[in-house]
Every structure is written in structure tokens, then in C-alpha cells.
């Protein structure tokens, strides 16, 4: 495996022509999103954590119920507002 990819393309442009792609690294790409994106949901919650907002909805500031922070514990809004 090569991990260079924070270093800028050695030949100085975008990889955008690339042949079509291997359907397992199209699935492991959409995982990762996937997975990216709910790091930044847990991230933001535990913001809220810190900041005293955990726990309450984010557009009403009601609190969110027991079981649907069971679910899902980085949820940031009410059953009203999902
Ligand atoms: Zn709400």
C-alpha cells in the first residue's frame, strides 16, 4: 500500500482520467465517506458534549430522546426535526 497521497501528484496534475474503476475500490471508497462522514457527526457531538448541547436538538434545542440517542449517539436533532 502507498500512503504518499498527502504528498502533491509527482507529475503536477490531477489523476482525473483515470480507467473505470475497480468496483471494490468503488465500494471502499463509499464506505469510507460513509465512515467520514459519521466521524464528523460523533466529532460534532462530542463538541456539543464539551459545549453543554449534547443531547438536545440543534434546531429547537428539545431534547433528544433516550432512545434515539440509544440509536444513534451522535443524533443532533429532535424526531420533530430529523
Ligand atoms: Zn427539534
Do not use: F, K, N
Not at 503536477?12 to 480507467?19: K, L, Q, S, V
Amino acid at each position: 500500500m502507498d500512503h504518499d497521497d498527502a504528498a502533491p501528484d509527482a507529475l503536477g496534475h490531477e489523476r482525473a482520467e483515470e480507467p473505470a474503476e475497480d468496483p471494490i475500490a468503488a465500494e471502499a471508497r463509499a464506505l469510507l465517506s460513509e465512515i467520514e462522514a459519521e466521524l464528523a457527526a460523533v466529532s460534532a457531538a462530542l463538541d456539543r458534549l464539551e459545549a453543554g448541547g449534547y443531547g438536545t436538538c440543534e434546531i429547537c434545542g428539545a431534547p433528544i430522546a433516550d432512545e434515539a440517542l440509544a440509536a444513534d449517539p451522535a443524533a443532533s436533532r429532535c424526531s420533530v426535526h430529523r
